[in-house]
């Protein structure tokens, strides 16, 4: 099992530009979630899944959308970004007790 | 609402004394609080969790339900143990909310 990969590692944009972040997760959890994580301010849950077809927003959604048809994918799309949205992102998917998290992307908007 | 609270930001200790990171949590319902460990440029992975009450690499943590926290503590600190430290509240519906992290720094 892969777990849970993330795509790309790094990027760099242009403000306003828009941008997909890929997740996908080989485990056939239900649940999977984005967050962003900024130095002082921890993990923020951005938008969450419970299941295929089915999302729901976060503490800071604005500015993202997401989908999810499938169990297996939950892009993160930034539609025009910001350099508010300079930060490290990170994908998860969940069953039960625990949460298993991707490497992360590292994103810069200037 | 719920909140995790993690007071210390930046947490320094010599090797080989002991170490305790706090998190405090307000929720309403039941509990179920974890401890995740972010290593330098490595992803965040679970450390332990209440329910299990179990010890790993030598860090424990006792829910404490009249105080609302959930410390982790470890009685002799390893350099390796250096690296950000997320308590976690776990809610219906698998969502989890993190708190601001602890950045531990374990001084030779």
């Known amino acids: 099992n892969a777990g849970v990969t993330q795509t790309p590692k790094f990027q760099v944009l242009k403000t306003g530009q828009s941008m997909t972040l890929q997740c996908a997760q080989d485990?056939?959890?239900?649940?999977m979630s984005w967050y962003r994580q900024d130095p002082g301010m921890g993990l923020r849950l951005i938008h969450y899944s419970v299941g295929a077809g089915i999302t729901d927003q976060g503490e800071v959604p604005n500015g993202y959308n997401v989908s999810r048809s499938t169990t297996e994918d939950f892009p993160l799309r930034l539609l025009s970004a910001a350099p508010s949205q300079t930060s490290v992102y990170f994908c998860?998917?969940?069953?039960?007790?625990?949460?298993?998290f991707g490497s992360g992307t590292r994103l810069t908007v200037v | 609402a719920q909140r995790v609270t993690q007071p210390e930001k930046l947490l320094s200790v010599f090797k080989g004394a002991p170490v305790e990171l706090k998190c405090n949590y307000s929720y309403s319902g039941s509990p179920e609080l974890f401890w995740y460990v972010q290593y330098s440029r490595q992803r965040l992975q679970l450390l332990l969790r209440?329910?299990s009450r179990e010890s790993i690499k030598g860090f424990t943590a006792d829910l404490n339900k009249g105080e609302t926290s959930f410390h982790l503590k470890k009685p002799f600190a390893q350099e390796e143990d250096s690296a950000m430290y997320y308590c976690a509240l776990k809610r219906p519906g698998n969502q989890f909310y993190f708190g601001t992290g602890t950045s531990l720094t374990v001084i030779p």
């Open positions: 485990m056939n959890h239900e649940y």
């Open positions: 209440h329910i």
């Open positions: 998860a998917s969940s069953l039960g007790q625990t949460v298993t």
